[in-house]
Protein backbone atom coordinates (compact mmCIF):
# COMPACT_ATOMS: atom_id res chain seq x y z
CA UNK A 1 0.00 0.00 0.00
CA UNK A 2 0.89 3.40 -0.91
CA UNK A 3 0.05 6.68 0.31
CA UNK A 4 -0.25 8.86 -2.83
CA UNK A 5 2.13 11.72 -2.84
CA UNK A 6 -0.15 13.12 -5.47
CA UNK A 7 0.59 14.60 -8.77
CA UNK A 8 -1.39 16.17 -11.02
CA UNK A 9 -1.13 14.55 -14.36
CA UNK A 10 -1.38 17.44 -17.52
CA UNK A 11 -0.73 16.48 -20.87
CA UNK A 12 2.80 17.83 -20.78
CA UNK A 13 3.32 19.33 -16.96
CA UNK A 14 3.66 17.12 -14.03
CA UNK A 15 2.64 19.43 -10.73
CA UNK A 16 3.04 18.28 -7.36
CA UNK A 17 -0.20 19.20 -4.91
CA UNK A 18 -0.22 20.11 -1.63
CA UNK A 19 0.29 17.82 0.61
CA UNK A 20 -3.11 15.71 1.90
CA UNK A 21 -4.73 16.36 5.05
CA UNK A 22 -7.51 14.54 7.25
CA UNK A 23 -9.66 12.91 5.82
CA UNK A 24 -13.52 13.45 6.39
CA UNK A 25 -15.54 9.97 5.29
CA UNK A 26 -19.07 9.58 5.89
CA UNK A 27 -20.17 6.39 3.62
CA UNK A 28 -23.51 6.47 6.37
CA UNK A 29 -27.11 7.61 5.14
CA UNK A 30 -26.13 10.69 7.59
CA UNK A 31 -24.22 12.02 4.21
CA UNK A 32 -26.05 14.33 2.59
CA UNK A 33 -23.70 15.76 0.02
CA UNK A 34 -25.44 15.64 -3.24
CA UNK A 35 -22.84 13.99 -5.12
CA UNK A 36 -22.46 11.06 -2.44
CA UNK A 37 -26.65 11.13 -2.40
CA UNK A 38 -27.21 11.70 -6.15
CA UNK A 39 -24.47 9.62 -7.53
CA UNK A 40 -22.04 7.63 -5.44
CA UNK A 41 -24.46 5.78 -3.36
CA UNK A 42 -26.98 5.14 -5.70
CA UNK A 43 -27.55 1.56 -7.09
CA UNK A 44 -27.67 2.93 -11.17
CA UNK A 45 -23.87 4.02 -10.74
CA UNK A 46 -22.48 0.56 -10.18
CA UNK A 47 -24.20 -1.64 -12.36
CA UNK A 48 -21.37 -3.12 -14.81
CA UNK A 49 -20.81 -2.52 -18.03
CA UNK A 50 -18.58 -3.60 -21.11
CA UNK A 51 -15.39 -1.53 -18.96
CA UNK A 52 -15.89 -2.91 -15.77
CA UNK A 53 -13.71 -5.34 -14.61
CA UNK A 54 -14.21 -8.69 -13.20
CA UNK A 55 -14.15 -8.71 -9.46
CA UNK A 56 -12.62 -11.87 -7.63
CA UNK A 57 -13.10 -12.35 -4.25
CA UNK A 58 -10.87 -13.83 -2.14
CA UNK A 59 -12.38 -16.60 0.47
CA UNK A 60 -11.45 -19.19 3.21
CA UNK A 61 -13.58 -22.24 4.04
CA UNK A 62 -12.74 -23.16 7.68
CA UNK A 63 -14.14 -26.53 8.54
CA UNK A 64 -14.78 -27.70 11.97
CA UNK A 65 -17.65 -30.64 11.61
CA UNK A 66 -15.48 -32.70 9.02
CA UNK A 67 -12.18 -34.54 8.63
CA UNK A 68 -9.40 -33.60 6.67
CA UNK A 69 -9.46 -36.39 3.53
CA UNK A 70 -8.69 -35.82 0.01
CA UNK A 71 -12.70 -36.65 -1.00
CA UNK A 72 -13.93 -33.51 1.49
CA UNK A 73 -11.81 -31.17 -0.15
CA UNK A 74 -12.99 -32.26 -4.08
CA UNK A 75 -16.59 -31.80 -2.56
CA UNK A 76 -15.55 -28.15 -0.80
CA UNK A 77 -13.73 -27.11 -4.26
CA UNK A 78 -16.48 -28.40 -6.38
CA UNK A 79 -18.76 -26.21 -4.41
CA UNK A 80 -16.80 -23.17 -4.92
CA UNK A 81 -16.88 -24.13 -8.73
CA UNK A 82 -20.90 -24.28 -8.54
CA UNK A 83 -21.13 -21.03 -7.03
CA UNK A 84 -19.40 -19.29 -9.73
CA UNK A 85 -21.29 -21.19 -11.87
CA UNK A 86 -24.32 -19.04 -11.34
CA UNK A 87 -22.44 -15.87 -10.37
CA UNK A 88 -20.82 -15.89 -13.91
CA UNK A 89 -24.06 -17.55 -15.90
CA UNK A 90 -26.38 -14.81 -14.57
CA UNK A 91 -30.05 -17.12 -15.93
CA UNK A 92 -33.22 -15.41 -17.37
CA UNK A 93 -35.78 -14.48 -14.77
CA UNK A 94 -38.51 -17.18 -14.56
CA UNK A 95 -41.09 -13.91 -14.00
CA UNK A 96 -39.18 -10.99 -16.65
CA UNK A 97 -40.44 -7.20 -16.38
CA UNK A 98 -40.86 -5.69 -18.99
CA UNK A 99 -38.17 -2.93 -20.07
CA UNK A 100 -35.42 -4.38 -18.14
CA UNK A 101 -32.35 -5.00 -19.54
CA UNK A 102 -30.99 -8.21 -18.47
CA UNK A 103 -27.38 -8.60 -17.54
CA UNK A 104 -25.85 -12.13 -18.54
CA UNK A 105 -22.57 -12.28 -16.06
CA UNK A 106 -22.83 -10.32 -12.37
CA UNK A 107 -18.88 -9.90 -13.11
CA UNK A 108 -18.51 -11.49 -9.63
CA UNK A 109 -16.51 -14.63 -9.13
CA UNK A 110 -15.12 -15.94 -5.73
CA UNK A 111 -11.37 -17.71 -5.43
CA UNK A 112 -10.59 -20.21 -2.82
CA UNK A 113 -7.79 -22.09 -4.35
CA UNK A 114 -6.49 -24.46 -1.53
CA UNK A 115 -7.40 -22.37 1.39
CA UNK A 116 -9.54 -25.08 2.65
CA UNK A 117 -8.27 -25.45 6.56
CA UNK A 118 -10.21 -28.34 9.08
CA UNK A 119 -10.04 -27.54 12.99
CA UNK A 120 -10.33 -30.80 14.26
CA UNK A 121 -8.83 -29.73 17.59
CA UNK A 122 -10.88 -26.88 18.02
CA UNK A 123 -13.76 -28.41 20.22
CA UNK A 124 -16.19 -26.30 18.13
CA UNK A 125 -17.60 -29.16 15.72
CA UNK A 126 -21.18 -28.54 16.76
CA UNK A 127 -20.70 -24.85 17.51
CA UNK A 128 -23.01 -22.33 15.41
CA UNK A 129 -20.54 -19.33 17.92
CA UNK A 130 -18.71 -17.78 14.98
CA UNK A 131 -16.70 -15.19 16.84
CA UNK A 132 -15.03 -18.39 18.28
CA UNK A 133 -14.66 -20.03 15.15
CA UNK A 134 -13.16 -16.86 14.25
CA UNK A 135 -10.81 -16.88 16.99
CA UNK A 136 -9.79 -20.08 16.56
CA UNK A 137 -8.84 -18.81 12.57
CA UNK A 138 -7.12 -16.11 14.21
CA UNK A 139 -4.89 -18.43 16.45
CA UNK A 140 -3.89 -21.13 13.75
CA UNK A 141 -3.29 -17.82 11.19
CA UNK A 142 -4.26 -14.49 11.39
CA UNK A 143 -3.78 -13.66 7.59
CA UNK A 144 -6.52 -16.21 7.04
CA UNK A 145 -8.80 -12.83 8.16
CA UNK A 146 -7.39 -11.48 5.37
CA UNK A 147 -9.83 -13.45 3.15
CA UNK A 148 -13.86 -13.30 3.54
CA UNK A 149 -14.32 -16.11 5.52
CA UNK A 150 -16.97 -19.31 5.55
CA UNK A 151 -17.09 -21.34 8.52
CA UNK A 152 -19.03 -25.06 8.41
CA UNK A 153 -19.98 -26.75 11.69
CA UNK A 154 -22.87 -29.03 12.38
CA UNK A 155 -24.60 -27.23 14.67
CA UNK A 156 -28.37 -26.38 14.82
CA UNK A 157 -28.43 -23.11 13.52
CA UNK A 158 -29.16 -22.20 10.39
CA UNK A 159 -26.99 -20.55 7.49
CA UNK A 160 -26.71 -16.81 7.89
CA UNK A 161 -24.06 -14.04 6.59
CA UNK A 162 -23.04 -10.72 7.86
CA UNK A 163 -24.18 -8.09 5.70
CA UNK A 164 -21.19 -5.26 5.08
CA UNK A 165 -21.25 -1.52 6.62
CA UNK A 166 -22.42 1.10 6.03
CA UNK A 167 -26.15 -0.61 6.13
CA UNK A 168 -28.76 1.76 4.24
CA UNK A 169 -31.35 0.20 5.85
CA UNK A 170 -32.85 -1.29 9.39
CA UNK A 171 -30.74 -4.15 9.60
CA UNK A 172 -27.68 -5.01 11.70
CA UNK A 173 -24.67 -5.02 9.54
CA UNK A 174 -20.75 -5.57 10.12
CA UNK A 175 -19.38 -2.57 12.47
CA UNK A 176 -17.10 -0.88 10.55
CA UNK A 177 -15.19 -0.68 6.98
CA UNK A 178 -12.53 -2.54 8.53
CA UNK A 179 -14.83 -5.26 10.24
CA UNK A 180 -13.97 -9.13 9.36
CA UNK A 181 -17.36 -10.54 7.58
CA UNK A 182 -18.24 -14.30 7.43
CA UNK A 183 -20.95 -16.79 5.89
CA UNK A 184 -22.07 -19.82 8.51
CA UNK A 185 -23.07 -22.81 6.60
CA UNK A 186 -24.36 -26.03 9.09
CA UNK A 187 -22.89 -28.72 7.50
CA UNK A 188 -23.09 -32.62 8.60
CA UNK A 189 -21.62 -34.26 6.07
CA UNK A 190 -19.73 -34.39 2.42
CA UNK A 191 -20.55 -30.89 0.81
CA UNK A 192 -23.33 -31.34 -1.87
CA UNK A 193 -25.12 -29.19 -5.09
CA UNK A 194 -27.54 -27.84 -2.05
CA UNK A 195 -24.37 -26.97 -0.02
CA UNK A 196 -23.50 -24.82 -2.96
CA UNK A 197 -27.44 -23.30 -3.45
CA UNK A 198 -27.03 -22.10 0.35
CA UNK A 199 -23.50 -20.46 -0.01
CA UNK A 200 -24.32 -18.56 -3.04
CA UNK A 201 -27.85 -16.87 -1.85
CA UNK A 202 -25.26 -16.08 1.76
CA UNK A 203 -22.39 -15.00 -0.37
CA UNK A 204 -25.37 -12.21 -1.72
CA UNK A 205 -25.56 -11.35 1.28
CA UNK A 206 -22.26 -10.51 1.87
CA UNK A 207 -22.74 -8.55 -0.79
CA UNK A 208 -25.32 -6.07 0.49
CA UNK A 209 -28.93 -8.35 -1.10
CA UNK A 210 -31.45 -9.04 1.41
CA UNK A 211 -34.07 -11.48 0.91
CA UNK A 212 -37.08 -10.81 -2.09
CA UNK A 213 -39.56 -12.63 0.68
CA UNK A 214 -40.90 -10.99 3.79
CA UNK A 215 -40.92 -14.22 5.78
CA UNK A 216 -37.61 -13.34 6.67
CA UNK A 217 -35.38 -11.31 8.98
CA UNK A 218 -34.35 -9.01 6.16
CA UNK A 219 -36.20 -8.46 3.16
CA UNK A 220 -35.68 -6.05 0.52
CA UNK A 221 -37.52 -3.02 1.01
CA UNK A 222 -40.89 -2.19 -0.99
CA UNK A 223 -40.85 1.40 -0.16
CA UNK A 224 -40.65 2.94 -3.67
CA UNK A 225 -39.75 6.53 -2.72
CA UNK A 226 -36.80 4.70 -1.25
CA UNK A 227 -33.09 4.91 -3.73
CA UNK A 228 -32.65 1.02 -2.38
CA UNK A 229 -36.37 -0.09 -4.18
CA UNK A 230 -35.46 -2.86 -6.58
CA UNK A 231 -38.09 -2.36 -9.63
CA UNK A 232 -36.67 -4.23 -11.56
CA UNK A 233 -37.60 -7.22 -9.41
CA UNK A 234 -40.75 -6.42 -8.00
CA UNK A 235 -41.96 -3.63 -10.64
CA UNK A 236 -43.70 -0.68 -9.86
CA UNK A 237 -46.94 -0.15 -7.81
CA UNK A 238 -46.81 -2.80 -6.08
CA UNK A 239 -47.62 -1.00 -2.55
CA UNK A 240 -46.31 -2.17 0.75
CA UNK A 241 -46.03 -5.55 0.12
CA UNK A 242 -43.72 -6.14 -3.14
CA UNK A 243 -42.10 -9.66 -1.90
CA UNK A 244 -42.87 -12.97 -3.43
CA UNK A 245 -43.73 -16.14 -1.87
CA UNK A 246 -40.46 -18.44 -0.71
CA UNK A 247 -39.83 -21.43 -0.23
CA UNK A 248 -37.25 -24.28 -1.15
CA UNK A 249 -38.99 -26.55 -2.94
CA UNK A 250 -41.59 -24.31 -4.36
CA UNK A 251 -41.60 -24.14 -8.51
CA UNK A 252 -40.90 -21.04 -9.84
CA UNK A 253 -42.52 -21.50 -13.28
CA UNK A 254 -45.68 -22.28 -11.03
CA UNK A 255 -49.06 -20.80 -12.14
CA UNK A 256 -50.05 -20.58 -9.01
CA UNK A 257 -47.43 -18.66 -6.78
CA UNK A 258 -45.02 -15.76 -7.06
CA UNK A 259 -41.90 -17.81 -6.38
CA UNK A 260 -39.12 -16.55 -8.68
CA UNK A 261 -35.65 -18.34 -9.45
CA UNK A 262 -34.01 -15.03 -7.66
CA UNK A 263 -30.81 -16.03 -5.90
CA UNK A 264 -32.36 -13.92 -3.28
CA UNK A 265 -35.51 -15.94 -3.32
CA UNK A 266 -35.05 -19.11 -1.47
CA UNK A 267 -36.02 -21.46 -3.49
CA UNK A 268 -33.63 -24.65 -5.03
CA UNK A 269 -33.23 -24.18 -8.35
CA UNK A 270 -30.21 -24.53 -11.01
CA UNK A 271 -30.93 -21.45 -12.97
CA UNK A 272 -30.45 -18.92 -10.40
CA UNK A 273 -31.16 -14.98 -11.42
CA UNK A 274 -29.80 -11.74 -10.26
CA UNK A 275 -31.94 -8.20 -11.56
CA UNK A 276 -29.40 -5.67 -13.13
CA UNK A 277 -29.97 -3.46 -9.97
CA UNK A 278 -29.44 -6.61 -7.41
CA UNK A 279 -25.56 -6.59 -9.12
CA UNK A 280 -25.25 -3.12 -9.39
CA UNK A 281 -26.02 -3.14 -5.48
CA UNK A 282 -23.57 -6.15 -5.59
CA UNK A 283 -20.87 -3.88 -7.10
CA UNK A 284 -21.99 -0.35 -4.88
CA UNK A 285 -20.48 -2.31 -2.37
CA UNK A 286 -17.55 -3.40 -3.59
CA UNK A 287 -16.72 0.22 -3.96
CA UNK A 288 -18.21 2.13 -0.71
CA UNK A 289 -18.85 -0.90 1.83
CA UNK A 290 -16.66 -3.60 4.04
CA UNK A 291 -16.57 -6.20 1.24
CA UNK A 292 -14.63 -4.79 -0.70
CA UNK A 293 -11.61 -5.08 1.16
CA UNK A 294 -11.78 -8.78 -0.04
CA UNK A 295 -11.41 -8.08 -3.58
CA UNK A 296 -8.23 -9.28 -5.37
CA UNK A 297 -5.34 -6.77 -5.53
CA UNK A 298 -4.83 -4.56 -8.62
CA UNK A 299 -8.00 -5.34 -10.09
CA UNK A 300 -8.85 -2.49 -12.70
CA UNK A 301 -9.90 -1.75 -15.86
CA UNK A 302 -7.98 0.41 -17.93
CA UNK A 303 -10.64 3.05 -18.94
CA UNK A 304 -10.57 5.72 -16.69
CA UNK A 305 -13.76 6.97 -14.62
CA UNK A 306 -14.45 10.52 -15.92
CA UNK A 307 -15.56 13.72 -14.35
CA UNK A 308 -16.85 15.97 -16.31
CA UNK A 309 -18.23 18.58 -13.80
CA UNK A 310 -17.56 19.77 -10.42
CA UNK A 311 -17.75 16.78 -7.61
CA UNK A 312 -16.57 16.88 -4.01
CA UNK A 313 -15.77 13.42 -2.17
CA UNK A 314 -16.03 13.51 1.29
CA UNK A 315 -16.76 9.47 1.58
CA UNK A 316 -14.45 6.97 1.52
CA UNK A 317 -14.63 4.87 -2.14
CA UNK A 318 -12.41 2.07 -3.75
CA UNK A 319 -12.30 2.77 -7.49
CA UNK A 320 -11.06 0.09 -9.91
CA UNK A 321 -9.90 2.32 -12.81
CA UNK A 322 -8.40 5.45 -12.73
CA UNK A 323 -9.53 9.05 -12.84
CA UNK A 324 -9.75 11.73 -15.74
CA UNK A 325 -10.53 15.25 -14.52
CA UNK A 326 -12.28 16.76 -17.66
CA UNK A 327 -11.41 20.19 -18.69
CA UNK A 328 -13.56 22.27 -16.59
CA UNK A 329 -13.79 20.08 -13.78
CA UNK A 330 -12.70 20.08 -10.76
CA UNK A 331 -12.66 16.99 -8.47
CA UNK A 332 -12.23 17.82 -5.07
CA UNK A 333 -11.32 14.80 -2.66
CA UNK A 334 -12.02 15.41 1.22
CA UNK A 335 -11.99 11.61 1.74
CA UNK A 336 -10.20 8.60 0.60
CA UNK A 337 -9.70 7.52 -2.48
CA UNK A 338 -8.24 3.71 -3.36
CA UNK A 339 -6.68 3.27 -6.33
CA UNK A 340 -5.19 0.54 -8.04
CA UNK A 341 -1.56 -0.12 -8.03
CA UNK A 342 -1.47 0.27 -12.13
CA UNK A 343 -4.01 3.33 -12.25
CA UNK A 344 -3.24 6.83 -11.73
CA UNK A 345 -5.37 10.15 -11.04
CA UNK A 346 -4.76 12.69 -14.28
CA UNK A 347 -6.31 15.76 -15.36
CA UNK A 348 -6.66 17.39 -18.82
CA UNK A 349 -5.48 21.11 -19.53
CA UNK A 350 -7.92 22.99 -17.27
CA UNK A 351 -9.40 20.02 -14.98
CA UNK A 352 -8.41 20.79 -11.67
CA UNK A 353 -7.81 18.54 -8.84
CA UNK A 354 -7.89 19.72 -4.97
CA UNK A 355 -6.67 16.69 -2.06
CA UNK A 356 -7.63 18.05 1.24
CA UNK A 357 -7.73 13.77 2.22
CA UNK A 358 -6.18 11.22 1.41
CA UNK A 359 -5.68 8.78 -2.07
CA UNK A 360 -3.96 5.74 -1.71
CA UNK A 361 -2.63 3.30 -4.41
CA UNK A 362 -2.93 -0.75 -3.64
CA UNK A 363 -4.84 -2.52 -1.43
Not at 341 to 357: A, F, M, Q, W, Y
Request: net charge positive; charged share 25%; proline share 8%.
Amino acid sequence: MKLFPLSVFLPFLLLPSPPPGNPVCNNTLSNTNPDYTGKYRRIETYIPDDNTPVKIIEVNFNVFSLPDTKENREAFKKVIEWVNSWYINNAKPSDPIAGVKELKDTKIRFELKDRIYFYPAAGLSKSCDVPSMRAAVKKADPSRLDQLNVYFSSGTCTQHAETPYPSFDTYASAPSLTSHMFAYIPIREAPIYATAQCLAHEFGHTLDLMHTYQASCCPETCDEKSPEYLDDVFGKNKGLNCWHQADWSCDPRGKSNTCTNNMMGGAAVVDYYFSPKQIGKMHRALSIKTVRRYVKANTFSPVPREISKNETWDFDIRLYSGLLVKKGATLTIKGIVQLPDSCSIKTEEGGKLVVEGKVIIGS
